[in-house]
């Protein structure tokens, strides 16, 4: 594996070390794996606008989904590292302006189509808008700098870059949003959403958007014996009480959910012997209000800063979370090299909960606006708990005199909003911890994703600078640098390190999946948090 694991590596070995993330707790069936039967896993959302996966808009339920039907060239073992999958290797040259891709040879996908050189090529240049039948404009930015995708032999590729791209490998996973789809379903545009073909341990039955998605065991799998399960349906389960309670009736198997409150009564569950769980926040995303700063009133910093300091995320942390989760002070995680503690954050201009400064701020604002009053309107998606944190974040901004007025749409609602750049402030999640030339795509000017509309010269230079340095300390210093450019011009309103989590009925086991190919370990349980539904079984 290329040397460029050692971003990605640094970064998630650090956190396994430390611990500073929260272990993730297992368990498996009362007997070892065997093969056959059926679940019902619920997941938090539908993914409508479908799977043709170089165009498409994946939160944790759709990578759930995807990552049962398709399989990524490398993935994640548990020990934070980059590791062949799909691909045999993934090489670079030695300043990573080419990389080299080795595909494993006897890999076929769902239809009977050969995995090799020339359905890889596609790929690539699918996901890099080369391939005009099919757009791809949100991974055409993601893979900019690739200028070329060449064929050398019948399971071999080299990609060059314009420019050095030691992150590059790792764009290769993309949270697990980069499957390799068949040449059979990217060869028509108006179905490519819905025909869904890939490597993976599943294939398609039937998808009737909003109700169910039903895969069946792929009986040619390159993975020897697996998978163990014939059949899984998935349930878009919004609402996480509901999904909960039917975890609790028996009328789900697996459910997976972000939910704080459904975490820590699935572990009491656990503990009394009635479910098998996991969770953890090792490695996870960051969550965050998301402001548009490019539209009022949040491209005024006035705004920004009586928002943050109106805020009081120790206090959503205990009352809606139970302080469950551990506080946020920018997109790193403690145990990362460019995380700034709450004292480091602060001395950058970090607005931590201050309600007279937060009212100092309104006023500030309303005199620059004619005597207006602070108002913003905060999106959510439709589900109970988190409309319970919204109204809290209400409460709050009110005592400061602002006037929230809450929205709640549904999950694939609220990407639409933000990739419109028609909001004003959303509940947000992203960012895992990964390497941290992950934030380019999220946060450069240039960037069709930046939701929140961010122009500034300081963040594109230290993250093109980033991109493309070498030198482990240097890249640390740039990305400090990045973070402490976030805490002082307040541009997200950081609260915490999501918890993700994964309750299961006593005769599913599974949860920690299972070895790696070629001995690379054990996947990240719960990365992103989506379960690898490969190692799955039921008893």
């Known amino acids: 594996m290329g040397s460029s694991a050692r971003g990605l590596v640094g970064v998630l070995a650090a956190l396994l070390a430390v611990g500073t993330l929260g272990g993730a707790s297992g368990a498996g069936a009362a007997t070892g794996p065997k093969h056959g039967g059926s679940i019902t896993l619920a997941i938090e959302g539908e993914t409508t606008g479908g799977y043709c996966l170089p165009a498409a808009q994946l939160a944790a339920p759709g990578i759930e989904v995807a990552n049962a039907i398709y399989d990524t060239l490398v993935t994640i073992n548990n020990k934070g590292q980059l590791v062949p999958y799909l691909a045999q290797a993934v090489t670079p040259n030695a300043d990573f302006t080419q990389w080299t891709i080795r595909l494993?040879?006897?890999?076929?996908?769902?239809?009977?189509?050969?995995?090799?050189?020339?359905?890889?090529?596609?790929?690539?240049?699918?996901?890099?808008?080369?391939?005009?039948?099919?757009?791809?404009?949100l991974n055409t930015f993601v893979f900019k700098p690739v200028t070329s995708v060449t064929i050398t032999d019948p399971l071999t590729v080299v990609v060059q870059m314009s420019a050095p791209w030691p992150a590059f490998e790792g764009y290769?996973?993309?949270?697990?949003?980069?499957?390799?789809?068949?040449?059979?379903?990217?060869?028509?545009?108006?179905?490519?959403?819905?025909?869904?073909?890939?490597?993976?341990?599943?294939?398609?039955?039937?998808?009737?958007?909003?109700?169910?998605?039903?895969?069946?065991?792929?009986?040619?799998?390159?993975?020897?014996?697996?998978?163990?399960?014939?059949?899984?349906?998935?349930?878009?389960?919004?609402?996480?009480?509901?999904?909960?309670?039917?975890?609790?009736?028996?009328?789900?198997?697996?459910?997976?959910?972000?939910?704080e409150l459904n975490i820590l009564a699935m572990r009491d569950k656990k503990r009394a012997g009635q479910l098998n769980e996991v969770d953890s926040d090792q490695g996870s995303e960051v969550g965050y209000g998301l402001l548009n700063v490019a539209k009022p009133p949040f491209n005024d910093k006035l705004?920004?800063?009586?928002?943050?300091?109106?805020?009081?995320?120790?206090?959503?942390?205990?009352?809606?979370?139970?302080?469950?989760?551990?506080?946020?002070?920018?997109?790193?995680?403690?145990?990362?090299?460019?995380?700034?503690?709450?004292?480091?954050?602060?001395?950058s201009g970090f607005?931590?909960?201050?309600?007279?400064?937060?009212?100092?701020?309104?006023?500030?604002?309303?005199?620059?606006?004619?005597?207006?009053?602070?108002?913003?309107?905060?999106?959510?998606?439709?589900?109970?708990?988190?409309?319970?944190?919204?109204?809290?974040?209400?409460?709050?901004?009110?005592?400061?005199?602002?006037?929230?007025?809450?929205?709640?749409?549904?999950?694939?609602?609220?990407?639409?909003?933000?990739?419109?750049?028609?909001?004003?402030?959303?509940?947000?999640?992203?960012?895992?911890?990964?390497?941290?030339?992950?934030?380019?795509?999220?946060?450069?000017?240039?960037?069709?994703?930046?939701?929140?509309?961010?122009?500034?010269?300081?963040?594109?230079?230290?993250?093109?600078?980033?991109?493309?340095?070498?030198?482990?300390?240097?890249?640390v210093q740039i990305y400090r640098d990045l973070n402490r450019r976030f805490a002082s011009e307040v541009y997200e309103l950081w609260t915490w390190y999501q918890h993700y989590g994964v309750g299961t009925q006593k005769n599913i086991g599974g949860l920690s999946g299972v070895p790696l190919?070629?001995?690379?370990?054990?996947?990240?349980?719960?990365?992103?948090?989506?379960?690898?539904?490969?190692g799955l079984y039921k008893t």
């Open 104 to 137: 494993r040879p006897g890999v076929k996908f769902q239809n009977g189509e050969t995995l090799d050189a020339s359905a890889l090529k596609l790929n690539l240049d699918t996901y890099r808008g080369a391939n005009p039948k099919i757009g791809a404009p």
């Open 172 to 259: 290769l996973y993309g949270t697990g949003r980069m499957g390799i789809v068949a040449p059979a379903q990217l060869a028509d545009a108006s179905t490519c959403a819905t025909n869904l073909i890939g490597t993976g341990p599943f294939k398609l039955v039937e998808w009737i958007p909003n109700e169910h998605l039903v895969v069946q065991r792929n009986p040619t799998y390159w993975r020897s014996g697996l998978p163990y399960l014939d059949k899984i349906t998935f349930i878009p389960a919004q609402d996480a009480q509901a999904a909960l309670n039917g975890l609790n009736s028996g009328d789900f198997d697996v459910i997976q959910t972000r939910s």
């Open 303 to 347: 705004a920004r800063l009586a928002v943050a300091y109106a805020g009081d995320a120790n206090e959503l942390n205990q009352i809606r979370n139970k302080g469950l989760e551990t506080i946020a002070t920018g997109p790193f995680a403690p145990g990362t090299p460019y995380y700034l503690s709450p004292a480091q954050a602060r001395a």
């Open 517 to 534: 190919p070629d001995g690379h370990g054990l996947p990240f349980a719960l990365y992103a948090g989506f379960v690898p539904t490969v």
């Open 351 to 475: 607005a931590h909960h201050d309600l007279a400064k937060a009212k100092s701020y309104v006023r500030q604002w309303s005199a620059a606006h004619g005597g207006q009053q602070l108002s913003f309107e905060l999106l959510t998606v439709t589900d109970p708990t988190l409309l319970a944190l919204t109204e809290l974040v209400k409460e709050e901004d009110a005592r400061a005199g602002i006037n929230v007025t809450i929205k709640q749409v549904d999950l694939s609602t609220i990407i639409n909003l933000a990739l419109a750049g028609t909001f004003q402030q959303a509940t947000w999640e992203n960012n895992p911890q990964g390497d941290p030339d992950g934030l380019y795509v999220w946060f450069h000017s240039g960037s069709p994703v930046n939701f929140s509309g961010i122009k500034d010269p300081v963040i594109d230079q230290d993250l093109e600078q980033g991109r493309v340095t070498l030198d482990p300390a240097k890249r």
